[in-house]
């Protein structure tokens, strides 16, 4: 699979050092399933959550 060999290619698994991996999609079930064969496990998940106001709505602080 392309996706395994470039992460063997990039990530060096035969090399000790500590790795990290950044803003992978959940939804890439692919890479994260070879990231997780790999070792790597999650420690944080991010959430986006946006609201839009149109002119007429205000903001309060309560």
Same mark, same amino acid.
């Given at each position: 699979?392309?996706?395994?060999?470039? @992460?063997?290619?990039? *990530?060096?698994?035969?090399?000790? /050092?500590?790795?990290?991996?950044?803003?992978?999609?959940?939804?890439?079930?692919?890479?994260?399933? @070879?990231l997780d064969e *790999?070792?790597?496990?999650?420690? /944080?998940?991010?959430?986006?959550?946006?609201?839009?106001?149109?002119?007429?709505?205000?903001?309060?602080?309560?």
């Amino acid at each position: 699979m392309i996706i395994n060999a470039a @992460l063997s290619e990039i *990530l060096h698994p035969d090399q000790p /050092m500590k790795r990290s991996a950044f803003n992978i999609r959940s939804s890439n079930s692919v890479l994260v399933e @070879l990231l997780d064969e *790999l070792g790597y496990v999650t420690t /944080m998940e991010q959430v986006l959550m946006v609201r839009a106001y149109d002119e007429q709505q205000t903001v309060t602080a309560s």
